[in-house]
């Protein structure tokens, strides 16, 4: 018989002889798990990604003919979604700009951009940065006369940034509806925001006065303005509706929209 000695193992032969529910071996199958899971994670983001950008845009869409009382459910959302007008609008003259696609400008990126935005020092919408410019679209009537504009906003609440559309009349004045699309506040208290009945309450309130003195607010009981100007604020949600009544004020301002309502309300805006 032969007496030969074993000959020595690598690395790779002394790993494979472990038991197989040694501690070295668990280790390597678990993190092997996860680098392959994460892979597959990975390659299905990459591959799905632009099925979430159309589905983003979708629901922006359907946010926008809520907002303007034009969904039905079934309906075709790109098709119903054709007759609104896009237009990029500079904030700071209230005009429109031909700088940018109006179909394809991010206003969420470009409030990011210290190019295309500004730092707020009186932030009372709690944004941080103000885009300059923005998208708005408009609703035409038959005639071809502007019979909706709808408006983005945003501002934060009581534990996120609230985005959302505000729909005006052709006069510039008077709400015809508020839509929130984007929020995290608490349910069943401050994602009240979202409830049919509270946004019931805001068409046919008016912005501003007739000495055009901005008035809308958001509280507990109405103030001298009257009840014109007074939306109910949320029961047990005092932070989410004093964050709302502040982003809807500084939008509807003089930092916001007030130079296109004015040029809106002119006649300079058609």
């Not at 990126?109 to 940065?129: E, F, K, N, Q, T």
């Not at 945003?154 to 052709?170: C, M, P, Q, R, V």
């Amino acid at each position: 018989m032969s007496d030969a000695t074993p000959q020595p193992k690598g690395p790779l032969g002394r790993f494979l002889a472990l038991p197989t529910d040694s501690v070295p071996k668990t280790v390597f199958v678990a993190v092997m798990l996860c680098l392959v899971a994460s892979m597959f994670v990975s390659a299905a983001a990459v591959a799905l990604r632009p099925l979430q950008e159309v589905n983003k845009l979708i629901d922006k869409q359907v946010n926008i003919l809520q907002v303007a009382g034009m969904y039905e459910p079934g309906v075709d959302v790109v098709e119903a979604f054709g007759v609104f007008e896009p237009q990029v609008l500079e904030i700071a003259t209230g005009t429109f700009t031909d700088q940018f696609d109006a179909a394809s400008f991010d206003d969420r990126a470009a409030a990011s951009d210290p190019a295309l935005s500004v730092a707020l020092d009186d932030d009372p919408a709690g944004i941080g940065r103000q885009s300059k410019f923005v998208t708005v679209y408009l609703l035409r009537d038959d005639a071809g006369g502007i019979d909706k504009v709808i408006m983005p906003i945003h501002g934060y609440g009581l534990w996120s940034t609230l985005y959302g559309f505000i729909a005006l009349e052709e006069n510039g004045n008077d709400i015809f509806g508020l839509q929130f699309y984007q929020h995290g506040e608490t349910p069943g208290l401050g994602a009240e925001i979202d409830n049919p009945r509270w946004k019931a309450l805001w068409p046919g309130k008016r912005v501003a006065d007739a000495n055009g003195e901005l008035q809308i607010h958001v509280a507990k009981a109405p103030n001298a303005s009257g009840a014109d100007y007074h939306i109910d604020a949320l029961a047990g949600a005092t932070l989410t509706s004093v964050g709302v009544n502040n982003l809807v004020q500084f939008w509807l301002g003089e930092t916001g929209y007030a130079s296109f309502l004015a040029n809106l309300k002119s006649g300079d805006i058609s």
